[in-house]
């Protein structure tokens, strides 16, 4: 008897529902792809109905369909439409001053001032209104939501966006002092607070554990599980490479450098940054942020996974994105990364006029060679 003929497998052939997809489609502004953009303050963008301002969508590859951008801006005297949503939302203001009023239903408004460089979250599914503080120039910022994430887990946006319970446990009206910037710090590094008043100034912490001198800030904000820090690191340094899961936004705040990044066994990717650039290591890629210009070099990261609220693995194994990658980590120490990086690495500073200066953290520095042979 002949075998029946079975029919191949094709998952595309099967009715597939992208609610993200469709909502973000309808939204009719433009939408960037890719991996990197140069600079957040010269997107292109369109009006767009829903906010009343101008808009664009940024879905960089390595967001993985946890979270992802688009940057807003309010046309100068302006303000947008108010909103509620029930989706995390980070914002970082690239340019500009204005207000923001924040309330939850029938409760006290609150109302916060900010300028370039603030970052803040709008608590879940509260209303809010931003406000442009200048007549005359545009004020715009980039946000980060986790709205592709909720919409498609529950797939019904009147519930996304009509649904009216009150996080009161995220966001107490009755808290004067909410968006007043005061924070608490656990351990080392790790802060809570509600509002940033700018990010290019904030202080940061020792963060050796990184490599080179570096200095970080990681901040809990509104009770979100998406979550965000800032590092530094000074002229003629670089981080060590790492991994980790995906949609980790990091923003140049100020320097000028670059970025490597390449999936285990493959060629690497290069991307070259500077104030206002984006970038997006994908899912479990390595990547490793170089300072190659002549001051300090600064960026924020707004991301999936807050300290406080960590309920996702965040490595493919049990230690933690700065542990060893030998000891199970996500992290790969100086001593072991390929000579090439360390090589291009010094002639990329060389080109930039500033000298490097990994000398005591890396065994492989010509630096260090000319102290020991002197
Ligand atoms: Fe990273």
Redesign the pocket.
């Known amino acids: 008897m002949a075998a029946e003929k079975v029919e191949k497998l094709d998952l595309n052939q099967l009715p597939r529902v992208d609610t993200y997809r469709t909502w973000q489609e309808a939204q009719k502004i433009p939408i960037i792809n890719g991996f990197f953009v140069e600079d957040i303050k010269t997107v292109e963008v369109a009006p767009w109905a829903l906010t009343g301002g101008l808009g664009a969508f940024i879905v960089l590859d390595g967001t993985g369909g946890v979270n992802d951008a688009y940057v807003c801006e309010i046309p100068p005297g302006g303000k947008l439409k108010p909103q509620k949503h029930l989706y995390e939302e980070m914002v970082y203001v690239a340019k500009g001053h204005g207000a923001t009023t924040v309330w939850q239903r029938d409760g006290k408004k609150h109302s916060f001032e900010w300028g370039p460089g603030s970052l803040f979250a709008i608590p879940l599914n509260a209303h809010y209104q931003h406000f442009n503080g200048s007549g005359s120039e545009p004020a715009r910022y980039f946000a980060v939501t986790n709205s592709c994430f909720m919409m498609n887990l529950f797939h019904n946006l009147d519930f996304i966006f009509s649904d009216d319970f009150t996080f009161s446990d995220r966001f107490d009206p009755s808290v004067d002092d909410y968006f007043s910037g005061k924070g608490t710090i656990h351990g080392r590094f790790f802060m809570s607070t509600n509002f940033v008043a700018d990010t290019h100034t904030a202080a940061l912490k020792d963060y050796s554990e990184r490599g080179a001198g570096g200095t970080n800030m990681k901040f809990d904000l509104a009770g979100q599980t998406m979550g965000c820090h800032i590092s530094e690191f000074p002229v003629g340094t670089y981080k060590k490479g790492?991994?980790?899961g995906p949609g980790?936004h990091?923003i140049i705040l100020g320097g000028q450098g670059y970025s490597v990044l390449w999936p285990e066994g493959q060629e690497m990717q290069r991307v070259d940054w500077r104030q206002g650039s984006v970038v997006v290591?994908p899912n479990q890629w390595f990547?490793q942020?170089f300072n190659s210009g002549a001051r300090r070099a600064r960026y924020l990261?707004l991301r999936w996974g807050s300290w406080r609220f960590r309920f996702m693995k965040l490595t493919d194994s049990e230690g933690s994105?700065y542990t060893n990658i030998k000891q199970g980590g996500g992290q790969i120490e100086y001593e072991d990364e390929d000579p090439r990086i360390h090589r291009d690495f010094e002639a990329a500073v060389r080109k930039a006029g500033a000298v490097c200066q990994m000398g005591e953290h890396h065994p492989r520095c010509s630096e260090r060679a000319a102290v020991k042979a002197g």
Do not use: D, G, S
């Open positions: 790492h991994r980790h980790a990091v290591p990547h942020h990261a994105t």
